[in-house]
């Protein structure tokens, strides 16, 4: 990197992050997100399990001590706490985050094109990414380990990344395919033998604390999302069980299928790409995998708020580095799709925040115009997620041909 790219790039992120602060600390952004009251709420309770715990209370039965249910695996206990960590993990990781973030952003992009400066600036200004940061919920922290894992060439250490971050959220554990991609020299039955070996500690990890793992999975449903801010696959049935009254278990069967028969079409459409030009060790490709089935697995699995779209953004460099590779124009109308699906974002928040429920007879009423907002962005992600899951299926059958 020459001097002239160095002071841009460290211009552009200085300039980024202290007018991310400043619109984090404006009243602007609770047209976009919900207000609190005060910021970076989301990582306030975290700091109070790990105090309490501290003090022998036990967490999974009580929620009186910190005044909430312990959303975390019981790993995510093993994080030391005392008066000076205290201070660091609430004044200072939220802007170190932050910090990190924009200058992953703005170095994972090539500034030679208009389309890709315009993602720079909406994949940090965007409405989903200014929620995870304004609540600095700890998706952030995961994220940018995730980012860790993709470049990091202590390999054990990746491994025990990963555990920590499986064990204490479940969707990254997706992020353990990592040790297929770390190291090119490694041979197929390497890459098996590790995963078998990450398989029995993770087995035996859980057989030992599987009382608090039991009660974790039972809390999951506490802070899973409802019709607001939503990102997940079963967005649509929820739409439709609200509007006609239709069966929701029938709905998700058929949201689900057909999301899946989309994906195998799909696939056998992209196969005119030319994957072989792929560089599959290479750091986009690295993140995108990670980013793309972190997302995946969110999508299909959970019921997510729509600050786990932070994980997208890994994938769009990629997509940049295939367009750039192929030059073939459906990836350049898929790049332009995801920019469309970014602005439209600034519509649907606004709505969520100004026209999202009311009460007739204590039942929760949403409006027919706030139903149609959040239907067009269930179709803008089921659309982006169908056709990052061909990609994500295709590269991922290309190099495991490469390795055998």
Known sequence: MNIKIFLSNTFLILFLFFILIFLLNTSYIYNFVWQTQYIFQDLTMPVKWLECHKAGIDIFKSDICAGGTFAYGPIFLKLPINETLKIFYLEYLPYLSIFFLVTFIVLSFKKNNVLSILLIFLCIFNPSTLLLLQRMNLDIVVFLFVIFLSFNKIYPLNWLVVFFLAFSKIYPVVSGTIVFFENKKRSLTKMLLIIFGMMLLSLLYLFNYFEDYINFF??????????????????????????????????????????????????????????????????????????????????????????????????????????????????????IFIIIKYIYLFIYSFININDGLSYENNQRVFSNYFLIIIFIKSMFDFVQMTILASFTLITSKKFLKLVK
């Open 218 to 335: 039972n809390g999951l449903s506490a802070n899973k999302a409802g019709y607001h801010f939503l990102f997940s696959l079963n967005s649509i049935p929820k739409i439709f069980k609200y509007s006609y009254d239709l069966n929701y278990i029938f709905l998700l069967i058929v949201v689900y299928l057909l999301f899946f028969f989309l994906i195998s079409k799909l696939t056998k459409k992209l196969s005119i790409i030319d994957f072989n030009l792929v560089n599959y060790y290479s750091y986009d490709f690295k993140i995108f995998l990670l980013g793309s089935l972190i997302s995946l697995m969110s999508f299909i699995l959970f019921s997510n708020y729509f600050h786990r779209e932070i994980f997208l953004i890994m994938t769009i460099p990629f997509i940049f580095t295939l367009y750039n590779l192929t030059n073939i124009k459906i990836i350049k109308y898929f790049i």
